[in-house]
DNA sequence: CATAAAATCGACTGATAGTCGAAAATAAAC
DNA sequence: GTTTATTTTCGACTATCAGTCGATTTTATG
């Protein structure tokens, strides 16, 4: 009972590993059952198929992301900070910078798809409860919360993905956008430039 | 030298309507030489991968869309039924509402990313001239076109994809964020709904 | 020890995108 | 009109892949 969980989690680990270096669709199941060293019949023995696999390695990878995230909501933070850090917490860590990577490589649409979709579903209850705080303290005026968090991160992901370079005009009207969108006084979203820039800086 | 042009055009127009009515991913090449009546070699003879034919097939498919936009921003119109005209223009018509729903099943993420990236490059500079004129008229007020065009349509597409269904608060939000981003005035906007709610009507 | 359940095996299937050298059709040159 | 080049067509073949299945081994249980 036991021995099953730890063989399935030591092969969602191998798996993550060549996602993330060579890409999902670039990973045949023949290599991963190699890597791990069993046979095909084991393999499907955990696994309905091979998407189901990614999502389970999807799963995995957002596990800890997420209770970062949370963490961050309930430490003793400004608002701006707040959201600040629960970005950074989703923001792919320098070791797992191949990760983003590779998301962005077209082979991996459906990956990146994945998990675009479940990080949302994720990441905007808990940047909306840091919102509503910031609405009770007057720092931003509007309602329906969740729904201008989503576009927020909507823009973001979009702009910022990493394969369409971004112009300093547009965080300029990003910054704008989201300060508007959330009813701000102009510049109380300018923290957002320490974000948007940092990971361009990198490479 | 014609014969060839031809025949590759007739294989785009096989290719289209399979990828149209079976999707890109579930459309083998065997299907289409089977239906276009060739062997193997000659489809290679004419396209270097399925892929790149995809990107034919598009390209096809986006010619037309591009002249009708272009049509209707010549044409004798106010700001805001240019913007209107533009956007239904690169709706997809009734007979091609198979498209759509094609575009939207998870296993044709790439053909849609595909379509979506080469339509925004089609459509936002379009866009932004009649935005240019509501700007000079008076009606919006920002500076940046492009970008918050390209903005908005980021938006609109990811939110009325079809696949997430929209509340009306969603709606609501997102014509008050058109209307920030661009400078306009409360109630400017309100045509969106028109643009936005009949899709879902049709099913 | 015997029986049941969980885990592993690997050969096999069916489908796929893409290759290649030969053959046929067409055009150009003489 | 015949020969030579070029374009077009052919289809058998390869390689790769996800997924199946019945047999076999290992582990737990009574």
Same mark, same amino acid.
């Given at each position: 009972?036991k021995k099953g969980e730890?063989?399935?989690?030591? @092969? ?8 993330? *270096?060579?890409? #999902? ?18 393999? #499907? #023995? #955990? ?10 390695? &999807? ?14 909501? /309930?430490?003793?933070? %400004?608002? +701006? ?7 950074? %917490? &989703? ?8 990760? !983003?990577?590779?998301?962005? /490589?077209?082979?991996? $649409? ?5 998990? /675009? ?10 940047? *909306?409860?840091?919102?509503? !705080?910031?609405?009770?303290?007057? $720092?931003?005026?509007?309602?329906? &919360? +969740? ?6 991160? &909507?823009? %973001?992901?979009? $702009? ?7 112009? +300093? ?12 969108? @959330? ?11 320490? $974000? ?8």
């Open positions: 009972m730890r063989r399935k989690r030591e @092969l969602l680990q191998i798996a993550y590993g060549m996602f993330v *270096s060579k890409g #999902y669709e670039n990973t045949s199941v023949d290599e991963i059952i190699e890597a791990a060293g069993i046979a095909k019949g084991t393999y #499907y #023995y #955990y696994f309905q198929s091979k998407e189901q696999m990614l999502e389970e390695v &999807i799963g995995m990878m957002l596990e800890a992301e997420a209770e970062k995230a949370e963490a961050v909501l /309930r430490a003793d933070l %400004s608002v +701006p900070e707040k959201i600040v850090g629960i970005i950074a %917490s &989703i923001q792919p860590e320098q070791q797992e910078r191949t990760i !983003d990577e590779a998301l962005h /490589r077209p082979e991996n $649409l459906l990956m990146h798809d994945k998990i /675009r979709g479940r990080l949302f579903d994720l990441i905007v209850p808990i940047l *909306s409860r840091a919102a509503e !705080d910031g609405v009770r303290e007057g $720092l931003f005026d509007c309602d329906h &919360i +969740p729904e201008r968090i989503r576009m927020i991160l &909507i823009l %973001s992901s979009d $702009l910022f993905d990493g394969h369409n370079p971004y112009t +300093p005009a547009v965080i300029d009207v990003f910054i704008d956008a989201t300060e508007k969108i @959330l009813g701000a006084r102009p510049g109380t979203m300018g923290f957002i430039r320490a $974000l948007v820039r940092a990971p361009q800086d990198v490479q």
